[in-house]
């Protein structure tokens, strides 16, 4: 209580002197603050009249929601669904579309609430808890609604939808370092379990005013850290856990279909223009910005992997440059309100060089199989990103006034609370799974392929 | 009677298609085959693992002709198939004992 008192002051005492969006630590989500506004910004959901709302900004939610949506299915079932051995096709499809129902629900019981809602510096209440009180009352006198605080120019529902797709393709990105051998019994229990205790937690923390790493100053814009650092560990450590696939280093494993690599990276790439553009919560000015960064990263990062595997290896790669796009995606998300487009080329161009080194040279280093390279490029990429955000934000775009150096430190501190908290939980969380349920699938069945030993069906 | 299988290089087959067709020859069965030889196989690279494709991909042919036709339809086989590099292919020729046309029950010459 007495740390929400002391925000609360922070915030107030902010208000009179800049807009409400340059907030120092204000979530990306305050841009939408009505800078007219002359009483202090709410700090939990409130009812409002609906025509107070911005039919703009609510036409844009609605659509970066439905192109978030698209981001994991079919975006990212396909693309790592073309990264498997044809034996696993369906499995690695299934994974990202049963994530998607699962999260679903979750985020309707209790990880809206968990997530979005004021409480502690670590965990939001539960006062949303199956959506209660989120509401659209329709009356003679005109209409009122519910608005977060977090957004509010728009509806609370088009909010917590926006936020869900999030919370559905964080889980979903998991499955890229564990693919081809755990059960999907497993998958799914753990996958709730982490979208409960690691996802909303961290959301919280940095995206919640509420939450301690948001009053640090953390700027993560679009979810650098608690959607890609946080993946890219849950991948690394289901991956230790579950042990290498059978074979690998031995038998080849090569990717079945590229094609649908390819489109899935490109859904992506599209999709993301509403995970980052969206997380403007707005159709203004810092929406079209972030816009923009996002697709200079993208080309950036996918040549600097292309050009780097063509130095290497001689030949510049087709799932070369489709994973570098990913891993400049992924770099530039945190960074994609706050930064210049130049300072967006240089992190998307140092993404796909060092996400290339992490996929091919870090991964055999250390010897973990990190199947489809979720760590490799959404652990390492999102760090870089959140790194680096701290050197290339922009004074101008952000109104944080605080030196590279103090603003790196701030960054460092988000990037190892998710690392720490992140590995610890889903490491105790893999673990108990294994000892009851059981993790892996049989020695048998893997060598079969999941398609057919664990769901019944295969293709061709 | 003989039956003439050749293994190829896939984009060399609707030469050969060609060819056998204009010396009078009307039926051909194809399979997609897989084999290694003197050509050798080449490496894939994903993400900096490199797999050797040991097995080249190839198209069988099986060509069922009389006696009086062989020499023509392997002449053709060798010319339109061939490009001058290592993996052309090979051509095989077996004795052949009977043939049947499954829609009339025809035997043996009538039914090639």
Redesign the interface.
């Known amino acids: 209580m007495i740390k929400l008192s002391l925000i609360l002051g922070l915030l107030m005492a902010c208000t009179p002197m800049v807009h409400a969006d340059e907030t120092p630590g204000a979530p990306a989500s305050a841009v939408a603050a009505p800078s007219a506004a002359p009483t202090p910004a709410p700090t939990a959901p409130f009812m409002l009249a609906a025509d107070k709302l911005s039919s703009g900004d609510t036409a844009w939610m609605l659509t970066s929601t439905a192109l978030v949506l698209m981001m994991c299915v079919p975006g990212l079932a396909l693309f790592y669904g073309g990264m498997v051995r044809k034996k696993n096709v369906l499995a690695t499809l299934m994974q990202s579309f049963a994530c998607t129902c699962v999260v679903t629900i979750l985020w309707w019981v209790i990880g809206y609430s968990w997530a979005f809602t004021p409480g502690s510096a670590f965990l939001g209440g539960a006062s949303r808890a199956l959506f209660d009180g989120l509401r659209y009352v329709h009356g003679d006198g005109g209409s009122s609604l519910s608005v977060s605080h977090l957004a509010p120019t728009i509806p609370e529902s088009v909010y917590a939808m926006f936020q869900m797709t999030f919370a559905i393709i964080t889980p979903a990105l998991i499955a890229g370092a564990f693919a081809d051998r755990m059960k999907f019994s497993a998958m799914l229990l753990f996958l709730s379990a982490w979208s409960l205790l690691v996802y909303a937690p961290i959301a919280h923390m940095v995206w919640e005013p509420t939450g301690w790493l948001n009053a640090a100053g953390v700027l993560d814009y679009a979810g650098g850290t608690v959607v890609h650092i946080n993946a890219g560990i849950a991948g690394l450590a289901s991956c230790i856990v579950l042990g290498k696939r059978l074979g690998y280093g031995r038998e080849a494993m090569p990717p079945h279909n590229l094609t649908y690599t390819l489109i899935g990276a490109s859904l992506l790439w599209v999709g993301w223009f509403g995970f980052n553009a969206g997380s403007a919560v707005a159709a203004d000015g810092r929406a079209g910005m972030a816009m923009l960064a996002t697709q200079m990263a993208t080309g950036a990062a996918a040549l600097g992997w292309m050009f780097t595997e063509w130095l290497g290896k001689g030949k510049p790669s087709v799932l070369g440059i489709a994973s570098g796009a990913v891993a400049g995606l992924v770099a530039i998300t945190p960074a994609s309100g706050y930064v210049a487009p130049t300072g967006a080329v240089i992190i998307g161009a140092a993404a796909g060089v060092v996400c290339y080194f992490a996929a091919t040279t870090l991964k055999h280093a250390f010897r973990y199989d990190d199947s489809l390279d979720a760590f490799g490029v959404h652990g390492i990429g999102g760090i870089l990103g959140a790194l680096l955000t701290g050197v290339f934000f922009s004074k101008e775009l952000t109104g944080v006034d605080s030196s590279i150096g103090h603003q790196l430190f701030t960054q460092l501190k988000g990037v190892l609370t998710t690392v720490v908290y992140g590995f610890a939980v889903s490491y105790v969380l893999l673990i108990v799974i294994d000892k009851t349920l059981g993790l892996r699938v049989t020695e048998e069945q893997e060598r079969e392929g999941l398609d057919i030993s664990l769901h019944g069906e295969s293709i061709e | 009677m003989k039956l003439v299988c050749a293994v190829i290089k896939p984009f060399k087959l609707d030469e050969v298609r060609k060819a056998i067709n204009d010396i009078g020859v009307h039926g051909m069965t194809v399979t997609e085959v897989r084999g290694f030889g003197r050509q050798r196989g080449h490496t894939?690279?994903?993400?900096?693992?490199e797999?050797?494709?040991e097995f080249v991909p190839k198209s069988k042919i099986e060509i069922a002709v009389t006696d009086a036709l062989v020499d023509q339809v392997v002449e053709a086989i060798q010319k339109s198939a061939h490009t001058g590099k290592v993996g052309d292919g090979k051509i095989f020729v077996f004795a052949l004992t009977h043939v049947v046309r499954v829609r009339t029950g025809e035997r043996d010459a009538g039914a090639i």
């Open positions: 894939e690279i994903y993400r900096g693992a797999y050797v494709v």
